[in-house]
């Protein structure tokens, strides 16, 4: 997190409902400073909030999903009549590789225990982690059970894709539905975050458009296909000169094997241009940038190899939706 910059969640909204991906940290803080939910009644902020799509279960993308259970209730999401319903990743049912050189890491939590929960099963988790709170809200102060109102679903794949541990975690994969109602259709397909499994694209089409989010992601034919004619593309990007200068020479084989990992599984500055194209986004929008503290005129070098406008997006941004000019 930055003075100017907090965690990566992005809002999608329609008409009165808004529909976030990701919570990373600072989301609820800059949801209410966006004033996109019932911003007239002080008191319930969130009131707004149709639905949460989390694009894979990295701390820096559900940072406040905790927060979300023991606060919505006091911000507007307290009625079981307009439930929320969270979307997101289910238990990828193996462990990835430890990187590099490294000893084997021991398992959390423990022997006999899940060590990669899905979304549900996290969710289960953390209403028994924070049962004295809860209870004490709901016996004291008339609170409403979160369970009752946050629904949580793990994605389910479509059937006969593989399920990698350990081997290439984008698996070719058509996009699938994942959500629709009145206002958007959501469709998901897997993206290339390994060793992460499964990681998720999300596109939202409305009436009025379409914006395709990548998730955390190394340029992936499945996103290709997901994003298709998309109205934004909204995208990772990370600064292969920056990753080279944080680790300089000599390198150890663990060293060597995270900054594999960093740009194998991200996007590069001249990477995402090309993306762009393929596309055939309208209008391509960079974030979730690594480093957040670069200046905005390396991250728009995207536009020497992108014919795509491109947009470096900042925190508190927002884009209109319509026919392309």
Request: net charge negative.
């Amino acid at each position: 997190m930055y003075a100017d910059r907090y965690g990566v969640s992005s809002a999608v909204v329609v008409e009165d409902a808004v529909y976030l991906v990701d919570l990373g940290h600072g989301s609820q803080t800059r949801f209410v400073q966006a004033g996109i939910g019932s911003a007239s009644l002080s008191n319930r902020p969130m009131e707004g909030l149709a639905g949460v799509f989390l694009t894979h279960l990295h701390s820096d993308h559900i940072a406040e999903y905790a927060a979300l259970q023991l606060t919505g209730m006091w911000n507007g999401l307290d009625d079981p009549a307009r439930p929320v319903h969270i979307h997101g990743p289910g238990d990828r049912g193996g462990l990835p590789p430890v990187f590099g050189a490294r000893p084997e890491a021991p398992v959390l939590p423990g022997p006999g225990e899940s060590p990669t929960p899905g979304t549900v099963e996290m969710t289960e988790h953390l209403h028994r982690a924070f049962a004295t709170d809860l209870n004490d809200r709901i016996r004291s102060s008339g609170a409403t059970d979160p369970a009752g109102i946050l629904i949580t679903h793990d994605i389910a794949l479509p059937a006969g894709t593989p399920i990698p541990h350990d081997t290439n975690p984008m698996p070719p994969v058509a996009p699938f539905p994942v959500f629709e109602d009145d206002r958007v259709r959501v469709t998901a397909t897997l993206v290339n975050h390994a060793p992460v499994f499964p990681s998720f694209g999300f596109r939202f089409d409305t009436e009025d458009g379409s914006i395709t989010f990548s998730g955390d992601t190394a340029p992936s034919d499945n996103l290709v296909e997901l994003a298709r004619d998309t109205d934004y593309l909204v995208h990772e990007v990370i600064d292969e000169a920056w990753v080279e200068s944080r680790f300089p020479e000599p390198h150890t084989p663990a060293i060597e094997a995270l900054i594999d990992h960093l740009l194998g599984s991200h996007t590069t500055i001249e990477d995402v241009g090309p993306v762009a194209d393929r596309v055939n986004a309208g209008t391509l929008v960079l974030n979730h940038l690594v480093p957040g503290d670069n200046p905005e005129s390396r991250w728009l070098e995207a536009h020497q190899t992108s014919s795509r406008p491109v947009v470096v997006g900042r925190d508190l941004m927002q884009f209109g939706m319509g026919p392309r000019r």
